[in-house]
């Protein structure tokens, strides 16, 4: 016969969000060629690396320049300068005790998000909060576990847990059993995050349903109010049911050097089919990384670990504090012009209402061909974002400035 496709992927939406809004705003660029587009977005980051880190790499890069100090494949759980380094600066000041064994370092959080899944049966039943980062989603179409898409963009086999307005952005437990949780805080999109009262009800919703959480901190290190936690492992119990993301990518600028990290307790395990086993999923995970991962570049863990020097730890705490700053500028130009802004105070996101419950694309399309400012509709991270867009604080001060200016001509 034939090679058979996986037809999971054929259910995938070929409409990939980025791309259709660069469609469109490079059509608007064609037709208003003297207008400057300003892109409030992008989910990437503008600001360069900071000095630490470019010292670290050029050090290593001139390390690898010499036969005694030459380094080919690394350990396959990343070198352990940089889980040390992890866990004393990133976990044990929040009272958090993690073994080097339990931190997979890796090439950013999107891989990991999508993989993990593997290491459970495809038939067990998924969560997600909607509107949703969409790695967690597509990488579990892909193994056939999310069902099918209805025209409402809902999969049979997923349970979405709203997060809008109403609720103040903080998702219910679900009514019904859910075995594989994605929960992701500080939130990309919609900028809000969750205290500890609300995150236990989670963990302890795992522990009574043998549950797992797939916990999603990749923008932590925007967190200012200190009451909110940085690690689920901060909630008791946490370690028996939940594994963490962390990334470098917008705490350090790392979206091209590529570095981060994953945290899979040892207590954390999962049961076989006919119960007579609790495996380690920690196992599992190193199995599947060793065959199927190559490690992060030796430049770019030197890289990582540099963040954590006294110099790099105020270096990066500077261009946090830059993003910051914007945000919070387009959060009282906008308060102040009558929209409804959440997000923006512990994450580089802000979820804005459209004004009269205008389509998300609608108010898009507005907002670029009247200002030519470039915002994300809410309906393309799920249907629970529609009436809703995200702006983002990655961008330079003077541009963030001009936008808010503009939108208040209007
Ligand atoms: N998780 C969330 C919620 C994100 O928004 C992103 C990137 O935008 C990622 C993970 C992936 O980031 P990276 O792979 O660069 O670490």
Do not use: P, Q
């Given at each position: 016969t034939m090679a058979l496709v996986n037809e999971h992927f054929l259910k995938l939406s070929n409409n990939y969000l980025f791309a259709d809004i660069a469609k469109k705003v490079n059509a608007f660029k064609v037709s208003k060629p003297d207008k400057?587009?300003?892109?409030?977005?992008i989910g990437d980051v503008t600001r360069p690396l900071c000095p630490a880190v470019i010292e670290a790499m050029h050090k290593a890069v001139?390390?690898?320049?010499?036969?005694?100090s030459f380094r080919g494949y690394g350990p396959e759980r990343g070198y352990d300068f940089l889980r040390e380094a992890i866990i004393k600066n990133d976990y044990a000041p929040r009272g958090i005790h993690l073994d080097p064994s339990e931190i997979f370092v890796n090439d950013g959080a999107k891989s990991d998000t999508g993989n993990i899944q593997e290491i459970v049966r495809w038939d067990n039943s998924i969560g997600v909060t909607d509107p949703i980062y969409p790695?967690?989603?597509?990488?579990?179409?892909m193994i056939g576990r999310a069902g099918v898409m209805d025209e409402t963009g809902k999969w049979s086999n997923v349970t979405y847990f709203p997060c809008t307005a109403e609720n103040n952005f903080i998702p219910q437990l679900p009514d019904h059993r859910v075995d594989m949780i994605y929960l992701c805080y500080p939130n990309n999109p919609t900028g809000t995050v969750l205290s500890k009262e609300e995150l236990r009800k989670w963990?302890?919703?795992?522990?009574?349903?043998?549950a797992i959480i797939f916990y999603d901190a990749a923008y932590e290190a925007y967190i200012q109010d200190p009451d909110i936690p940085h690690s689920i492992y901060e909630i008791k119990g946490a370690r028996k049911v939940a594994i963490e993301f962390r990334s470098y990518s917008k705490t350090a600028g790392?979206?091209?050097?590529?570095?981060?990290?994953t945290v899979i307790p040892k207590e954390l395990t999962a049961i076989t089919i006919d119960g007579s086993q609790r495996v380690?999923?920690?196992?599992?995970?190193?199995?599947r990384q060793s065959t199927k991962f190559n490690g992060t570049s030796y430049i770019s863990q030197r890289a990582a670990e540099a963040i954590y020097t006294p110099e790099g730890k105020q270096q990066i705490r500077e261009t946090i504090d830059y993003y910051m700053r914007n945000a919070r500028l387009m959060r009282s130009t906008l308060s102040k012009l009558g929209y409804k802004v959440y997000g923006g105070e512990n994450a580089p996101y802000l979820w804005v209402k459209t004004p009269d419950n205008q389509p998300s694309w609608k108010f898009f399309e507005?907002?670029?061909?009247?200002?030519?400012?470039?915002c994300t509709p809410g309906v393309g991270f799920g249907p629970s974002g529609e009436g809703y867009f995200r702006l983002t604080a990655f961008g330079n001060h003077e541009d963030v400035a001009e936008a808010m200016d503009r939108i208040t001509r209007l």
């Open positions: 400057k587009v300003i892109s409030l977005g001139d390390e690898m320049s010499s036969s005694a790695v967690y989603i597509d990488s579990n179409v963990v302890n919703y795992a522990i009574r349903n043998d790392f979206t091209g050097v590529r570095c981060g990290y380690e999923l920690n196992h599992i995970w190193d199995r507005k907002m670029l061909y009247s200002l030519g400012v470039v």
